[in-house]
């Protein structure tokens, strides 16, 4: 039998080249038409770039489409007097130049930026929630032993007919989010409940669920 043979995955290079610490005497120095020239033969001109003091210490990071342009107005600019060296960073044309930019500020945290950086949703109100969840399901379990005993003896299928005899609000409380949210899911699919179910079991709520239909039963 013919061994398999594995394909090699191929991989999008984020950063294509970069350009470490450089002085910036050659932005505008006497070296400035060169290091123009030679920026100019490059197909590069997308990316990230970090902006050093004298100590080599980082204090602003940003992006742009055109960095020899962005770095010219950073000569002239509230931070001109702040820096020393500078950092480049091209990346490829596919590249998300904003998330990459928000990513190292958020890290970082270069002194000389001050906007929020975009780094998607925050999570921490979720978080929050979550711990608040787990901290009163363990206290549930110490005080009232005898409900985490009944949840897993419960046994059964969840289905569409026995979930349309509960009101979306207990269903809502059962799962610990909002009937809205609830009433989101059942409208993706009204007849079989499927969303509903595979809400359900994505969250492991099946247990308080079942105990909410045995009630109503």
Request: charged residues 35%.
């Amino acid at each position: 039998m013919p061994k398999k043979v594995r394909r090699k995955r191929r991989y999008t290079q984020v950063v294509s080249s970069h350009l470490k610490g450089i002085k910036r005497a050659l932005l505008d120095g006497d070296k400035r038409p060169a290091f123009l020239e030679f920026l100019k033969r490059s197909d590069e001109q997308r990316g990230l770039y970090a902006l050093y003091d004298k100590r080599g210490r980082l204090y602003y990071a940003g992006k742009a489409l055109d960095l020899r342009r962005r770095l010219d107005q950073h000569l002239k600019d509230k931070h001109s007097d702040s820096w020393d060296q500078m950092s480049l960073f091209f990346l490829d044309k596919r590249a998300n130049v904003g998330e990459l930019e928000g990513l190292l500020i958020a890290t970082a945290k270069p002194k000389g930026n001050t906007q929020k950086p975009k780094t998607g949703t925050d999570l921490k109100k979720q978080l929050r929630k979550f711990l608040k969840e787990d901290a009163v399901s363990q206290i549930d379990e110490v005080i009232y032993p005898e409900r985490e005993e009944k949840a897993s003896s419960l046994s059964g299928r969840i289905t569409p007919k026995k979930l349309k005899k509960v009101s979306q609000g207990q269903l809502a409380k059962a799962l610990g989010i909002s009937q809205g949210r609830v009433s989101q899911l059942v409208r993706e699919d009204r007849k079989n409940w499927s969303a509903v179910r595979a809400y359900i079991r994505g969250t492991g709520r099946r247990d308080a669920v079942l105990l909410l239909l045995e009630k109503r039963d």
